[in-house]
């Protein structure tokens, strides 16, 4: 990782050095995004930097992605979408695709911890989301998914991400368009919907939300441990390539130390001549079980581990004890979904 | 196998340097010329066309081949000779262009569809003979790099045959009658940079494989028919 974040990772020749313009069309999108944190069982950094083209012609980020945890299941929600470039609000269409896969996938693991997702309906829903903002727009309701097609159109991939045993985990991905998932085990990358056409020129067509196709294929990935799971756009992907050459070496080089957020932005926007679309990508690191606590009766020790807290409440609520029992145990805060600072509570 | 270089767009400028090009033969220069400047204020859609300039007459002079038209300090300028022989210059497109997008993927490039921009102000002196070259030349099944061509009519050429080499009806333009032949010429130069730069930005996107703008003393030549 290089010392100096001002200055962009160069892979091969890079591309021109300008000054990013502002963009143009309503609806205000930062030149990038970076979120990242870990629960018991997963860490998670995802990043979405607008491209070098988009920078230069003063078009805003039409990438973006969306994710949630789902703290009864340890579940890991994510969604990952590209506005198509030729729909001039495409990035609105991208956050609405991202916030209602994830929206939906949540509801779905609410009714079932191990989920079977109709990925059709998920992703028409997330189709809808366009066509219903669209209606809000357009001359005529009858217009709206015409109106969303022209404007909004963009790709999306989501996926659910469940705990394994023994720092493994399972992934149910599915899509519409040529975002893409990968796995990187030791280096090697593997991409899980397949490789693409060989030979010939490039054909350009893709297919984007809110059309969904007839049938989807979702597919489910077993991560070994040690294993991450990325999903990402195209500006990813036609960058990674198979992940053989250099961009591949860099990724995988930067994702070995478990980048921060910020440290995950930058090392996506890496310049190398003719690639210069938007790039989002999500890492998911599934984490290994923590060593064996100490004895249980030491509140203490136990707090120095916050996720080691809240399992530890979890199983005294099981057991039956009230809060103020808990309190006594020291764990009271610890026993509150999502309450990380609680560790800090004295016995 | 190449490293993964990225996508280029290759493009062909096809010129008819016959005889009767005199008259214009220096506007065409000065739009070229305009073309290569347009290109280098746009450094992203520049870094992925491989520009290739061809003058057909009786024979074809390649005089330029798959340039990165960055690294050229000027373009090389077109003269007049001769007859029209369509039939040369689809045949040179024939054998030229698979040879061009094995060398690019040979480099580690995968390939858009090539887009030929087919310069003509006359009637072919080979008629009917190079509609065969040309059918081999866009028939996908026999050609997998077969390009989408743009063919654009000036001073007497005719509509029809026009709309017949290209390649879709909205890639045929002529000249509106009465225009200024130099200022129809002027602007074919304007639009042949904007739809490369155009192509090469979709294609960046990968969403479409080619747009082409209307300049606006051209008309689509299905108008004139």
Redesign the interface.
Known sequence: MSDRLGAPLVI?TP??E?EPRPPTVRGYRPDLAADGWSTAGFAVRAASVR???HR??GTPRQDDFALAWHPSTDALVLAVADG???ADLSHLGATLACRTAVEQLLRLLDGSPAPDPDWREVLRCAGWALVEYAGQQADSVNSAAEWAERRLASTLVAAVVLPGPDGTARALVARVG?SSAWVLDGGGWAEVFGGGAA????????TALPRVPAEVAGAVVDLPAGAVLLVGT?GVG?????G????GDALAAGLAGRPSPVQLAHLLDFS??????DRTLVAVWPLPPPEPEPAAAVPAAAAADPTADRRAAAELIAAGLSPEELAIAGLADAGADGGGAGAEAEP | ?A??????LPVYVVADESASMTPVVDELNAGLTALHRALLR????A??VRFSLLGFSDTVEVRLALADLRTESALPVLSTRGATSYGAAFQALLEGIPED?GTLKEQG??????AVFFLTDGQPTDEPDWRETYRQLVNPETN??APNIIACGVGEAKARTVLDIATRPEFAFVATPGTELGLAIAEFGVALTRSIVASA?????????LVVERPESFVMAVDVV
Do not use: C, I, W
Request: a negative charge.
């Open positions: 091969g591309v021109a300008f491209g070098y083209q230069h012609d198509v470039s030729g040529d030979g010939g020129v490039v054909t350009a067509a893709v195209d036609t960058a990674l390539g198979d053989t050459g250099p961009v190398r001549e003719t690639f210069d679309d | 196998m490293e993964n270089l990225g996508t280029v746009q450094p992203m859609a870094a992925k997008v490039y995968a390939v858009f569809r090539p997998r790099a930005v979709s294609a960046v996107a990968g969403k479409t494989e």
